[in-house]
């Protein structure tokens, strides 16, 4: 049990390296713009760019790499990460920056694909929710701890300074692989297929993660831009407001882990919510400031929830493999991503900052419409694969 406890451990400061290298552009997007010469919808983009190239190769890497032992692979995919980021914090242009984070969104591609039911295979059934919410809390702590140390890093000694940190954070989750992730096989153990496989039920899952990750990046990509611009928020006031977002992000994690080993489907249904409806409230009431730094706390405690909620989801509903299971709703993750990026840019362009709030909102209602069909799309379109 020592040995398991210490590799999901390992593996929960990967997924903190991982969610912290993608999302470090939000906290320093300004300081990445003023010193590349680049506007700041260029410089959001690259999360964009990041989420794109996941979404591509996520299905075709995960299956070539099915065979390759689990612990070899993960090892391999940290020293990547480790090297990107340090691409990252050295590269002189805004095209070798991008280079440099599609390289590590290639390493995060497999990875995500593949943690989930490594982490469930060394565990009993009975507590998969919180297992997973072990390693989607040091996910959770990539934008509660990353974005607003990022932010503050960059404001004090450049933006080149945190893709540093990252850089070291990086290397300490591969050496803390190397050195205590023991051999896991998967395909012997639960977790190799779903409890109660169900494709309908499955393509449900993934739309609801494309459409709510999707409504969450359309408004938090550009968070710096509505907090100062539509907010009033002192620059300076924004690493600590994304500090306590995470950290309601980080106890929504918690929450969402235990509530999916108990009710799976309305641990999904509030998550998606809560998102919902707070980002239709920041939209409403924007100006204020008391009330915004509460609504953004709304939505990191929503979305933390919504992670191993969804997760433990597709682990029950998988209609195949649980690793290919895992790389489709990975690639719905980082649709919802570049497609909620991309249109926040879209709209900042547009009606502006403010707007960024109401369409994620309205994304977020669409997804939960759909998940509360679920039982009936199933119902009325049985296709179901038993084991």
Same mark, same amino acid.
């Given at each position: 049990?020592?040995?398991?406890?210490?590799?999901?451990?390992?593996?929960?400061?990967?997924?903190?390296?991982?969610?912290?290298?993608?999302?470090?552009?939000?906290?320093?997007?300004?300081?990445?713009?003023?010193?590349?010469?680049?506007?700041?919808?260029?410089?959001?983009?690259?999360?964009?760019?990041?989420?794109?190239?996941?979404?591509?190769?996520?299905?075709?890497?995960?299956?070539?790499?099915?065979?390759?032992?689990?612990?070899?692979?993960?090892?391999?995919?940290?020293?990547?990460?480790?090297?990107?980021?340090?691409?990252?914090?050295?590269?002189?242009?805004?095209?070798?920056?991008?280079?440099?984070?599609?390289?590590?969104?290639?390493?995060?591609?497999?990875?995500?694909?593949?943690?989930?039911?490594?982490?469930?295979?060394?565990?009993?059934?009975?507590?998969?929710?919180?297992?997973?919410?072990?390693?989607?809390?040091?996910?959770?702590?990539?934008?509660?701890?990353?974005?607003?140390?990022?932010?503050?890093?960059?404001?004090?000694?450049?933006?080149?300074?945190?893709?540093?940190?990252?850089?070291?954070?990086?290397?300490?989750?591969?050496?803390?692989?190397?050195?205590?992730?023991?051999?896991?096989?998967?395909?012997?153990?639960?977790?190799?297929?779903?409890?109660?496989?169900?494709?309908?039920?499955?393509?449900?899952?993934?739309?609801?993660?494309?459409?709510?990750?999707?409504?969450?990046?359309?408004?938090?990509?550009?968070?710096?831009?509505? +907090?100062? *611009?539509? #907010? &009033? !928020?002192?620059?300076? =006031?924004?690493? /600590?407001? %994304?500090?306590? @977002?995470? $950290?309601?992000?980080?106890?929504?994690?918690?929450?969402?882990?235990?509530?999916?080993?108990?009710?799976?489907?309305?641990?999904?249904?509030?998550?998606?919510?809560?998102?919902?409806?707070?980002?239709?409230?920041?939209?409403?009431?924007?100006?204020?400031?008391?009330?915004?730094?509460? +609504?953004? *706390?709304? #939505? &990191? !405690?929503?979305?933390? =929830?919504?992670? /191993?909620? %969804?997760?433990? @989801?597709? $682990?029950?509903?998988?209609?195949?493999?649980?690793?290919?299971?895992?790389?489709?709703?990975?690639?719905?993750?980082?649709?919802?991503?570049?497609?909620?990026?991309?249109?926040?840019?879209?709209?900042?362009?547009?009606?502006?900052?403010?707007?960024?709030?109401?369409?994620?909102?309205? +994304?977020?209602?669409?997804?939960?419409?759909?998940?509360? =069909?679920?039982?009936?799309?199933?119902?009325?379109?049985?296709?179901?694969?038993?084991?």
């Amino acid at each position: 049990m020592r040995t398991r406890i210490i590799a999901m451990s390992a593996l929960a400061a990967s997924a903190f390296c991982y969610v912290a290298t993608e999302t470090m552009p939000i906290g320093i997007l300004s300081l990445i713009a003023g010193d590349l010469g680049v506007s700041r919808a260029a410089v959001g983009l690259l999360i964009t760019g990041y989420a794109v190239t996941v979404a591509i190769v996520t299905i075709p890497l995960t299956y070539g790499t099915r065979n390759i032992p689990r612990r070899r692979l993960l090892v391999a995919l940290l020293f990547a990460l480790t090297v990107a980021n340090l691409l990252s914090a050295l590269a002189p242009t805004y095209g070798v920056l991008l280079a440099a984070r599609l390289c590590a969104a290639l390493s995060q591609a497999i990875f995500w694909a593949v943690v989930a039911p490594v982490v469930a295979a060394m565990f009993d059934v009975t507590v998969r929710g919180r297992v997973s919410a072990v390693v989607f809390a040091g996910a959770s702590l990539g934008p509660m701890l990353g974005v607003p140390a990022g932010a503050w890093l960059g404001q004090q000694y450049g933006w080149r300074s945190a893709f540093l940190a990252l850089t070291g954070l990086a290397l300490a989750a591969f050496i803390a692989l190397l050195a205590g992730m023991p051999d896991v096989r998967v395909a012997e153990t639960h977790a190799a297929t779903g409890t109660s496989p169900d494709a309908r039920r499955y393509a449900v899952v993934v739309a609801v993660t494309t459409l709510s990750v999707a409504g969450l990046y359309t408004a938090f990509t550009y968070t710096e831009v509505f +907090l100062t *611009a539509v #907010t &009033g !928020f002192a620059a300076a =006031a924004v690493a /600590p407001l %994304l500090l306590a @977002r995470g $950290l309601a992000d980080f106890a929504g994690i918690a929450a969402g882990g235990y509530a999916s080993d108990r009710w799976q489907r309305g641990a999904v249904t509030g998550s998606v919510l809560l998102v919902a409806a707070a980002l239709i409230a920041q939209y409403a009431v924007g100006e204020s400031r008391p009330v915004t730094a509460v +609504l953004l *706390a709304v #939505t &990191g !405690f929503g979305i933390g =929830a919504l992670t /191993p909620a %969804l997760q433990n @989801r597709v $682990l029950e509903v998988a209609p195949g493999s649980t690793d290919m299971a895992s790389a489709g709703n990975s690639v719905a993750f980082n649709v919802g991503i570049a497609g909620g990026s991309l249109l926040g840019a879209a709209v900042l362009s547009g009606p502006g900052a403010r707007a960024t709030a109401l369409a994620g909102g309205l +994304l977020a209602l669409l997804a939960l419409l759909l998940f509360a =069909a679920e039982p009936v799309i199933a119902r009325r379109t049985p296709v179901t694969i038993r084991r």
